[in-house]
């Protein structure tokens, strides 16, 4: 099993921009989550789903979209890259509600 | 509000030397606490959690209702433990949606 997959590694986006960090598990989870890791700060849920066709915002959701039409895939979607939202962004999964299995992050930088 | 605090962003330690790394956490209900880490160049992963009552890699970890504490303990430190880790908690009012401090980096000296 790959596990929790993340693409891209590393992106630089204008203000402005848009783009669509990609997540894909291939264990079967239900739960599928988006944290953000900002320095010095510890991650802070952005979106979760509990299920294919169902999100819901976590603690930090605005400037950010997802979407879950499958089991296995949960993209994140910025529309309007601000400099706030230069971070690091990693996607997780688990099965039942507890242990959640990271992904490896995206870098991403806002300028 | 359920928060979790990690006192120390760094905490440093000689090969050999007992280390402890502290997390306090607030909840409202029957919160799971965990402890996750990560190594240099590798992803977030779990290290222990409360309910198994197991050691892993030497780390223990013992809940205590009454501080509302879950620290890390390991007698002996070793080179390979250098790494970022985080204390986490899910449940209770938040259900399965876990709330992480802001993690201690662990430094071991040769």
């Known amino acids: 099993n790959a596990g929790v997959t993340q693409t891209p590694k590393f992106r630089i986006l204008k203000i402005g921009q848009s783009m669509t960090l990609q997540c894909t598990q291939d264990?079967?989870?239900?739960?599928m989550y988006w944290y953000r890791q900002d320095p010095g700060m510890g991650l802070k849920l952005i979106y979760y789903?509990?299920?294919?066709?169902?999100?819901d915002k976590g603690e930090v959701p605005n400037g950010y979209n997802v979407s879950r039409s499958t089991t296995e895939d949960f993209p994140l979607r910025l529309e309007l890259a601000a400099p706030s939202q230069t971070s690091v962004y990693f996607c997780?999964?688990?099965?039942?509600?507890?242990?959640?299995?990271f992904g490896p992050g995206t870098r991403l930088t806002v300028t | 509000a359920q928060r979790v605090t990690q006192p120390e962003k760094l905490l440093s330690v000689f090969k050999g030397a007992p280390v402890e790394l502290k997390c306090n956490y607030s909840?409202?209900?029957?919160?799971?606490l965990f402890w996750y880490v990560q190594y240099s160049r590798q992803r977030l992963q779990l290290l222990l959690r409360?309910?198994s009552r197991e050691s892993i890699k030497g780390f223990t970890a013992d809940l205590n209702k009454g501080e509302t504490s879950f620290h890390l303990k390991k007698p002996f430190a070793q080179e390979e433990d250098s790494a970022m880790y985080y204390c986490?908690?899910?449940?209770?009012?938040?259900?399965?949606?876990?709330?992480f401090g802001a993690g201690t980096r662990l430094f071991v000296k040769a």
């Open positions: 997780a999964s688990s099965y039942h509600s507890y242990e959640q299995y």
């Open positions: 986490a908690l899910s449940g209770g009012t938040g259900g399965f949606k876990t709330i």
């Open positions: 409360h309910i």
């Open positions: 909840y409202s209900g029957s919160p799971e």
């Open positions: 264990m079967n989870h239900n739960y």
């Open positions: 789903s509990v299920g294919a066709g169902i999100t």
